[in-house]
């Protein structure tokens, strides 16, 4: 085997590992999703990043690009509104607010401001009424939970020298609250059923009172 060849075979073998090593990319919001949070902090938030509430809406999905409209609403009262375009494919992630979906425990995507990010774990967690399957990962500064279906942040853990910042999902068009733990159609479904049941023992009980 010549030089060139063996080299050939090394670069390709890299470049194999490479493809391996960054997850698949799946764009798990759409447009018209939206979700709230609240941002809560122990000690003083910098100037400019004193946000108490935040919402972001799907404006539009094209292939690996999500254009999104966020609102911040700061501790004075004040809100501005901005709309970017992420792209999940090159990392622009801006603060990793929506990331690939259904990735696992193991699976990396790239953040071209923190570089290749981990997914640590996944377990189930509640968010917004819910239970939810939840990635999360762990950087030099937060610690993130992204819902693993859509790949949206659901909760986001960030210190700093002089404070610490909680960012929660406070209400989401998403997903719908469970009730009694359920899905909001199983529920239903099951009152439906219980009663129909009830009118029909009763409607038996009354025909064979009569007989």
């Not at 080299?7 to 390709?12: E, K, P, T």
């Not at 290749?116 to 967690?125: A, L, P």
């Not at 997903?175 to 899905?183: E, R, S, V």
């Given at each position: 085997?010549?030089?060139?060849?063996?080299?050939?075979?090394?670069?390709?073998?890299?470049?194999?590992?490479?493809?391996?090593?960054?997850?698949?990319?799946?764009?798990?919001?759409?447009?018209?999703?939206?979700?709230?949070?609240?941002?809560?902090?122990?000690?003083t938030?910098?100037?400019?990043?004193?946000?108490?509430?935040?919402?972001?809406e799907?404006?539009?999905?094209?292939?690996?690009?999500?254009?999104?409209?966020?609102?911040?609403?700061?501790?004075?009262?004040?809100?501005?509104?901005?709309?970017?375009?992420?792209?999940?494919?090159?990392?622009?992630?801006?603060?990793?607010?929506?990331?690939?979906?259904?990735l696992n425990?193991?699976?990396?995507?790239?953040?071209?401001?923190?570089g290749?990010?981990?997914?640590?774990g996944?377990?189930?967690r509640?968010?917004?009424?819910?239970?939810?399957?939840?990635m999360?990962?762990?950087?030099?500064?937060?610690?993130?939970?992204?819902?693993q279906?859509?790949?949206?942040?659901?909760?986001?853990?960030?210190?700093?020298?002089?404070?610490?910042?909680?960012?929660?999902?406070?209400?989401t068009?998403?997903?719908?609250?469970?009730?009694l733990g359920?899905?909001?159609t199983?529920?239903?479904?099951?009152?439906?059923?219980?009663?129909?049941?009830?009118?029909?023992?009763?409607?038996?009980?009354?025909?064979?009172?009569?007989?």
């Amino acid at each position: 085997m010549n030089r060139k060849v063996g080299l050939a075979i090394v670069m390709l073998i890299i470049l194999i590992g490479v493809g391996d090593a960054l997850a698949e990319i799946s764009v798990g919001a759409k447009k018209g999703d939206w979700i709230e949070y609240q941002v809560a902090y122990t000690g003083t938030p910098t100037a400019g990043h004193d946000v108490t509430w935040a919402r972001m809406e799907i404006k539009d999905v094209q292939g690996k690009s999500v254009s999104v409209g966020i609102t911040v609403e700061y501790s004075n009262g004040t809100q501005e509104e901005v709309t970017t375009t992420l792209n999940l494919e090159t990392g622009q992630l801006g603060d990793d607010f929506i990331i690939p979906a259904n990735l696992n425990s193991g699976d990396t995507f790239f953040d071209k401001n923190a570089g290749n990010i981990t997914i640590s774990g996944v377990e189930e967690r509640t968010y917004a009424g819910a239970t939810r399957t939840v990635m999360h990962a762990v950087t030099s500064e937060t610690t993130y939970y992204w819902d693993q279906a859509t790949g949206v942040l659901v909760e986001g853990i960030s210190r700093f020298p002089d404070y610490t910042m909680n960012t929660l999902v406070d209400q989401t068009n998403m997903w719908q609250p469970q009730l009694l733990g359920l899905d909001p159609t199983v529920f239903y479904t099951l009152v439906i059923g219980a009663i129909v049941l009830i009118v029909v023992v009763l409607a038996f009980l009354i025909v064979r009172r009569k007989k």
